[in-house]
């Protein structure tokens, strides 16, 4: 960094008391006490450590616990460690030379230093290797959290459920015997002096309870003599997968079963809390079993690994769904046959890398609430499920503060939510796009039943007429009318979106016919809403975007004609120029009847939102006035941009009407069809006054949309938007 920059990056950390993190870079070149420019600190590089130790003084630590020696090498040998002789520096880690010179492995050499700001006025804390050892990643949490003083802190508080799936479903030879048993209660026991409340979850499909050899059966009759010391949950009555019955009273009566099952051994039913078999159902959802979940057992939370379906398991997300609460599922990296530590994938090492500071470490370092999923298998044998979550909460103790915790899943749900209130709302993605998804979705159900391509509005520029014409067309085909809201679904904004995928899958007709190339769905109130191009773009990244543009205050002027004879008292108590005028002090329904003028008209705005999830090549931009005067030409360019060959002529489809004073359907040679009366409506011109203020009050947006055509690389510019332009510099 150069001398300026530096000295304002220094003066504003001091005004502001802003700290900074610093990292060494690796070199190819050996320094032996090299000193940093500017600090009385030294460095060494280049070096292979081991056996890292904390500053148990630190004033630094607060999620992360000195605990004791972190044995062994330190990855990678290319570490930075620094020397100082100034007393603003305090190491935060240790560690000690890795070679087999004796004489030289004995002091400790510091990997990371704070410095306390007494020489420059600024806080550091330095890192001498990255982020590559994990104690170093818990510091850096430590670091952030001091330095912005307390305000960038991860609470303390983490909370684990571990699911034991499939407590009776097992080929013999699987399954848990009584000493299975008794070692699942031991160590029960033993965690939950550690983590209060904890208690193993247990999943049942009734239909193979004593489906195992007759010691196996002991085991089970165990479990259910100790019924009160677990939680349990339903599984499907006979591990079906749910997404495979079409029929939902026979999903409920699977349940029902289960049901019968638990009353009769005890087992609570009230829990609310269910985990679908190999995650089926839950997302993509299947909806007969929410609706089955709700009726048979009132579920009202449970988990899956499939939103998304990704790794790191912490990066999954939650969601809701009719009232049932979908929480994200964590993996413990043991899977049904992982039951023998010889055939652990990579070995016992990989397993206590994992448990110590590796990924199941991270996973509840860096996730409050934690639903870890287990099997049955898991818990005989070796008993590798106990050992691991043993071994991980003991480790956690040691290296961390953590306060470990556990409650029913109704619980961690609401405490999901409540941390996590953005996530509450789903968001739809393409099953199509994920092999795993479509192994869980219903074979019945096809992508081939979304849209292409997208009208997406604003609304009143038009987005009628080019539906109308669009559905002349033999290779296009729009959506089926909805009963609610006609030629519109309005999925991707607002409460339908809440419907699901099978919802907005079922306007498209299904089947393969030529006119089916180009399904496209029209809802011009999709243009200016905030959620709807991350939504649309979930769901259909691929789709080109068609948007109508004309001038923002002709367009705010028709939208209240229309509100005016829809019978909006609002509109029709006010006039136009009182309606565009309104303060923010006005009543409520005048605020929003204001707002639904004048916002839709700040184009470039709502343009940037949607080029923020899709590429300025998947947009196409019609001029509303040309739409207007010469739609043959407008729908020409259309399929030029949509790629349709070969092109339909509309010239012979579409004839001027001067009844209408629009362009119309042809029928025959003497008749057209024109839009209904509420398109093209005959209302007075807009008065002078509320002309020239809407002209100064979209100037700004007007200019930002000249910009961004010009980015887009748009040859001409609307005349309408050049005339407003004008009209604003005249006026
Ligand atoms: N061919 C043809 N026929 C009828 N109307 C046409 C046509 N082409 C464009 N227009 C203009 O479309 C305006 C209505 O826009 P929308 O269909 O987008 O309105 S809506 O948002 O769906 O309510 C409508 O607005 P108003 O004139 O204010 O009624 C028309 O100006």
Redesign the pocket.
Known sequence: MDKWNRELLDKYCREYSVGIVGFAPPGEESLVGAQLKGFPLFIHTNLRLKDAQLNAASPILRLTRAGETAWGALPGGDWTIFQANHSTYEPLAWAHRNTLDFSNNRNPLATVVQDHGRYDGIQRVLFGGGLRFWLHKLLLLDSISYLSHGQLSLSLNRMILVDVDDIFVGEKGTRLKKDDVLALLATQQRIQSLVTGFKFNLGFSGKYFHHGTFEENLGDDMLLENVDRFTWFSHMWNHQQPHLYENVSHLQSDMALNKQFAKKHGIPTATGYSVSPHHSGVYPVHEGLYEAWKKVWSIKVTSTEEYPHLRPARLRRGFIHRNIMVLPRQTCGLFTHTIFIERYPGGRDKLDESIQGGELFQTIVYNPINIFMTHMSNYGNDRLALYTFESVIKFIRCWTNLRLSSAPPLELGERYFQLYPEELDPVWGNPCDDPRHQKIWSRNKTCDQLPRFLVIGP???????LYTFLSIHPAISSNLPSPDTFEEIQFFNGKNYYKGLDWYMSFFPAGKNESLRFLFEKS?TYFDGDLVPRRAHALLPKAELITILLSPARRAY?WY??TRVHGDPVANNYTFHSVITASDTAPKPLRDLRNRCLNPGKYAQHLERWLSYYTPQQLHIIDGEQ??QN?VETLHELQRFLKITPAFNYSSHLRYDPKKG???QVTNEDHTK??GKS???QYPPMDDKSYKLLQRYYLSHNTALVKLLKRLGSRTIPQWLKDDLTDTVMT
């Open positions: 609304q009143k520029t038009g987005t009628t007429a011009a028709s004609q229309h739409l207007r739609p629009f362009f119309c024109c839009l398109k093209g409506r």
